[in-house]
């Protein structure tokens, strides 16, 4: 993808990320979806310490891993048929938004906390799955979208090497953080705005102000889409024949010492001969015309 593209799509992404995160911690009473680690140490710390969590989200990991699996499998299929993984990616990440949208109105017909609570929290988790393989199988040269630990560290890393570049003189390091710093910065920023906005809106209006993430997502799937189609559509031109003056090489010169050198020597004594023109004493005249006949010609 190109460099304005890709970036595009993780700045995106990370606002999408942000703010289903804090949509789920809403929804959710204090669950990440996108920090799955996280919330697998709490319940782990809870049951080692003999007491169970009250509201323990033990069913997040398998589902989480099964979103990857699942997202890994697609992208195998798309590539072994000849197309691109991200439109593919993204239309899972769609789904599943949109179920997560309408996660309210799902949970009126299932009876019991826990059912509830799955189908609530199952399509947050799932989503954000989708999006950690999206970004791993496609989005591969851009910076994570779901966890920002990483981005944070890399940036108080970068910030730290412009400084020390300003004091002292400018390194190749330095330039790269430059460069790093803002799509990696700009990411962590618009993941606290999501994160914002979906805290806000989830508050007043439940999971239907998902919405706001799903149209975001279904627009970059619809652009990938095109893309593909354009890709497949465009007639490859024709690569121009290389003319056949420009791919051969000149002959080598002779090689010094070799015979065409001696033979070119031979007849440009020849010709100062037939002139007249004295070019050495009688040996040197002998000598030469033995040399003659060795090569197949007769003295005249």
Request: hydrophobic content about 45%.
């Amino acid at each position: 993808m190109p460099t304005v593209n890709l970036l595009w799509h993780s700045t995106l992404l990370s606002g999408v990320a942000g703010y289903v995160d804090a949509a789920g911690f809403v929804s959710l009473v204090g669950f990440f979806p996108a920090h799955i680690t996280g919330e697998l140490v709490g319940d782990a710390i809870a049951l080692s310490a003999g007491h169970p969590p009250r509201h323990a989200h033990l069913w997040a990991f398998p589902v989480f891993v099964g979103a990857v699996i699942t997202a890994t499998l697609v992208a195998r299929l798309l590539r072994h048929h000849g197309l691109k993984a991200r439109a593919g990616l993204l239309a899972l990440l769609t789904l599943a938004l949109a179920l997560f949208t309408a996660s309210d109105a799902l949970t009126r017909l299932l009876t019991g906390m826990q059912l509830k609570e799955l189908a609530h929290g199952g399509f947050a988790v799932a989503a954000m799955g989708f999006q950690s393989a999206l970004m791993r199988e496609s989005l591969t040269g851009s910076c994570p979208t779901t966890v920002m630990t990483g981005n944070l560290t890399q940036v108080a890393i970068d910030v730290v090497d412009h400084c020390v570049g300003r004091l002292t003189s400018g390194t190749l390091r330095d330039a790269r953080a430059r460069v790093r710093l803002t799509p990696v910065a700009g990411s962590l920023l618009v993941f606290a705005l999501g994160a914002v906005v979906g805290g806000f809106l989830t508050r007043r209006y439940g999971s239907p102000s998902v919405a706001l993430p799903t149209v975001l997502a279904t627009g970059l799937m619809i652009q990938a889409f095109r893309d593909d189609w354009q890709a497949r559509t465009t007639p490859v031109r024709p690569v121009a024949p290389v003319p056949a003056a420009a791919t051969e090489r000149p002959a080598a010169p002779p090689a010094p010492g070799g015979d065409s050198e001696l033979e070119q020597r031979e007849l440009r004594s020849e010709t100062r001969l037939k002139a007249g023109s004295p070019v050495g004493p009688p040996s040197h005249y002998a000598g030469r015309r033995r040399r003659l006949t060795v090569h197949g010609r007769r003295p005249r």
